[in-house]
């Protein structure tokens, strides 16, 4: 029904309807359906007991402080021990370099706020992660997009790219959402290289940095770019905008991220934020910091690394098992999901719609091209269910595709 | 100093400085100052044990799903108890009119986004709340202003405002900030009429409508405006859209807030708020349904209101006691805040040069002022000092005020 709020509306909400993925997860709750299709963490890493004795601490000692407003910029002990984590890495960042945000979702919706003036190109790998694009259709965006292989992002192709004039590069490096493909070390140096020739920054996306479950780690774009760089200040003053979150190593229901950039451009996302929500929730940020700034936040996050790691193989080994001759899939060292591809010319959207039928979910992947195209993929989550509800629902999914490649 | 990155920010960015009152509050933090710059809550008043016992409550019983990722809409109960007492004012609402916001301030972000194409007016008091403004500035917005009196926004001079083509009326009716001011009866019901016979909706901001000391309850705008419509359903579906918090009856640091709406307006927001921060944090959802839902909450807000009433009186009694003549002020009946007019020719921002050095400090009332005026306004905020401090304060303030008479 149209009504008259409908003539009352921005413009710029013609472009922001509701996620695919949202709407879908609504009719994939049900508890008899084995879900691939969300992103979420584990509850069973929930560091529960963690948090209760962090809750008590931060009330009884710091109560008045913790429930009261706080500064946009976020607090400053979190802020600290964040640019201090950084200090670890190889690349030299104080407090100042640090934004709080409300989650990922935010410094992204912050970054396009500052950013990208309506008509502006901004490159994105394809598939890419849908809640940048969501947050970025917003203010008028055009994407300009850049195909992948198992070594990310082709960035042999980079060139041809940042002629047409573009605004900022987003990339995922680490087990990229959706693909669950690694930039490699090589690509890395070369995407830092041929976006400071053209003069175009570099906005790096790092949820799952930490959850590397096989291989060496690799160093973020940003510590890269530091260290390529010519340094005529210590403090951190190159070409790329790092953000991560708490989400996937604490509890997403916090909603805390973090962006770590040159010192202007966080002066800029501050003004930005608030107008926005002028602050992130002050209790969280220091349940946040009581929980993270301890020995046991290594030992937790080896803990995820080790339900995520049994889960992946577990998909894995019933994928190899279960599916049918000529659909293939990545084989991610890390992070929370992984990539399918079905034969050419089959739609992952009416492999959906028999998938939940038969109590088995996923994310077709066209959703996560902006341009259009992957018709015939699908993203799966592993991190979410448990190692005998994965084996069954690979086993339903692939009797889905067996079915549909007879028909 | 002027880098690329300045090259690089959007357009938009030009409207977005720092908040006049954020980048002040900085420097009046020192612990010795008196300050009656904030807009803090008594953390006297903060729940501290009822939080702690919410929180061994909700990670006990529902940790899993307290720490998970949510929907954007907010957690179902709390919007249903937002719902329900609705109802108890008066006016026919379900969970699905409710959108929970990461604060007030994204209240009015989203509004902003969803309604706002640049260059459209908007009408709002002057003075207004400053966070509005700053929220809306990023949109591009034009602001159309309409003065006050002791019983709110002039709205006899309505009819001439909405003739410029307006997109919403914002409007803040009890408590006022920064005033104090409270909207009569007759005023609201005037306001809903000329708003309905233009066409124009009306945005009701009430962040302290809890909060009265003293007088008759008068019905939030939405209520009147659903009892003066013919109904043809009976789910509110009029022309106010409106917002409250939890930030002043529970405590800020959660950043909790809440848009009572017509359904249409709600989807539109929850679509802006997906790329916006995806939803609001889940554990503090939790706790506030936890701590709020229960008969306690309306001791707790007895409470908050008879210490800000003695702040108040406080206020009021050094004000009288202090202040030379030629020096006004209102008299608000609840709220956080009251306004002081100095004699015509005084600039309050450089009473506060030297109020600061005196170890006082306000928010000069220029600032509130979207079109300019108001140099010879301030207002003052009595709810978070001590009324110790609060005679004290004001003692300082009236001595600077007298000495930049003689001068």
Same mark, same amino acid.
């Given at each position: 029904?149209?009504?008259?709020?409908?003539?009352?509306?921005?413009?710029?909400?013609?472009?922001?309807?509701?996620?695919?993925?949202?709407?879908?997860?609504?009719?994939?709750?049900?508890?008899?359906?084995?879900?691939?299709?969300?992103?979420?963490?584990?509850?069973?890493?929930?560091?529960?007991?963690?948090?209760?004795?962090?809750?008590?601490?931060?009330?009884?000692?710091?109560?008045?402080?913790?429930?009261?407003?706080?500064?946009?910029?976020?607090?400053?002990?979190?802020?600290?021990?964040?640019?201090?984590?950084?200090?670890?890495?190889?690349?030299?960042?104080?407090?100042?370099?640090?934004?709080?945000?409300?989650?990922?979702?935010?410094?992204?919706?912050?970054?396009?706020?500052?950013?990208?003036?309506?008509?502006?190109?901004?490159?994105?790998?394809?598939?890419?992660?849908?809640?940048?694009?969501?947050?970025?259709?917003?203010?008028?965006?055009?994407?300009?997009?850049?195909?992948?292989?198992?070594?990310?992002?082709?960035?042999?192709?980079?060139?041809?790219?940042?002629?047409?004039?573009?605004?900022?590069?987003?990339?995922?490096?680490?087990?990229?959402?959706?693909?669950?493909?690694?930039?490699?070390?090589?690509?890395?140096?070369?995407?830092?290289?041929?976006?400071?020739?053209?003069?175009?920054?570099?906005?790096?996306?790092?949820?799952?940095?930490?959850?590397?479950?096989?291989?060496?780690?690799?160093?973020?774009?940003?510590?890269?770019?530091?260290?390529?760089?010519?340094?005529?200040?210590?403090?951190?003053?190159?070409?790329?905008?790092?953000? &991560?979150?708490?989400?996937? %190593?604490?509890?997403?229901?916090? /909603? =805390? +991220?973090? $962006?770590?950039?040159?010192?202007?451009?966080?002066?800029?996302?501050?003004?930005?934020?608030?107008?926005?929500?002028?602050?992130?929730?002050?209790?969280?940020?220091?349940?946040?910091?009581?929980?993270?700034?301890?020995?046991?936040?290594?030992?937790?996050?080896?803990?995820?690394?080790?339900?995520?790691?049994?889960?992946?193989?577990?998909?894995?080994?019933?994928?190899?098992?279960?599916?049918?001759?000529?659909?293939?899939?990545?084989?991610?060292?890390?992070?929370?999901?992984?990539?399918?591809?079905?034969?050419?010319?089959?739609?992952?959207?009416?492999?959906?719609?028999?998938?939940?039928?038969?109590?088995?979910?996923?994310?077709?992947?066209?959703?996560?091209?902006?341009?259009?195209?992957?018709?015939?993929?699908?993203?799966?989550?592993?991190?979410? &269910?448990?190692?005998?509800? %994965?084996?069954?629902?690979?086993? /339903? =999914? +692939?009797? $889905?595709?067996?079915?549909?490649?007879?028909?």
């Amino acid at each position: 029904m149209h009504t008259l709020w409908d003539e009352r509306f921005a413009l710029r909400t013609d472009n922001i309807g509701s996620s695919a993925i949202r709407e879908m997860l609504k009719f994939t709750s049900q508890p008899d359906v084995i879900s691939f299709a969300g992103g979420m963490p584990a509850p069973e890493v929930f560091p529960i007991e963690k948090f209760k004795e962090a809750c008590d601490v931060v009330l009884t000692e710091m109560g008045d402080n913790a429930l009261q407003y706080g500064s946009t910029e976020g607090y400053q002990p979190l802020r600290e021990m964040i640019a201090k984590n950084a200090t670890k890495y190889g690349i030299q960042i104080s407090a100042d370099n640090v934004l709080i945000t409300t989650g990922s979702q935010q410094a992204l919706d912050l970054l396009g706020r500052i950013f990208i003036n309506r008509g502006d190109r901004v490159l994105v790998e394809s598939p890419t992660y849908l809640g940048a694009l969501q947050a970025w259709n917003a203010y008028g965006v055009k994407y300009v997009t850049i195909p992948f292989d198992q070594d990310g992002m082709r960035t042999d192709l980079l060139e041809s790219r940042l002629r047409m004039g573009i605004k900022f590069i987003y990339v995922l490096p680490n087990f990229q959402n959706p693909t669950g493909v690694t930039l490699s070390r090589e690509r890395r140096k070369q995407l830092i290289e041929v976006a400071d020739a053209y003069g175009v920054p570099i906005i790096e996306d790092d949820p799952y940095g930490q959850l590397r479950f096989e291989g060496e780690h690799l160093p973020p774009v940003v510590v890269l770019d530091d260290e390529m760089r010519a340094k005529e200040v210590p403090i951190y003053s190159g070409n790329v905008i790092y953000t &991560s979150t708490f989400s996937k %190593i604490l509890a997403p229901g916090l /909603r =805390l +991220a973090w $962006v770590v950039a040159p010192c202007e451009v966080i002066r800029k996302l501050v003004q930005a934020k608030q107008g926005a929500d002028l602050h992130t929730s002050t209790f969280n940020q220091y349940l946040a910091f009581e929980v993270a700034n301890s020995q046991w936040m290594n030992s937790h996050i080896k803990i995820i690394r080790s339900t995520y790691k049994e889960r992946r193989d577990t998909m894995l080994t019933a994928l190899a098992k279960y599916m049918p001759e000529g659909v293939q899939w990545t084989h991610p060292k890390g992070g929370l999901f992984l990539w399918v591809t079905l034969p050419e010319g089959m739609d992952a959207n009416i492999i959906f719609k028999s998938a939940v039928e038969s109590k088995v979910a996923f994310v077709p992947g066209d959703s996560f091209h902006p341009l259009g195209g992957g018709e015939n993929t699908m993203r799966l989550n592993f991190s979410n &269910s448990k190692p005998e509800m %994965i084996d069954e629902g690979i086993k /339903r =999914l +692939a009797k $889905v595709i067996k079915d549909n490649l007879k028909a």
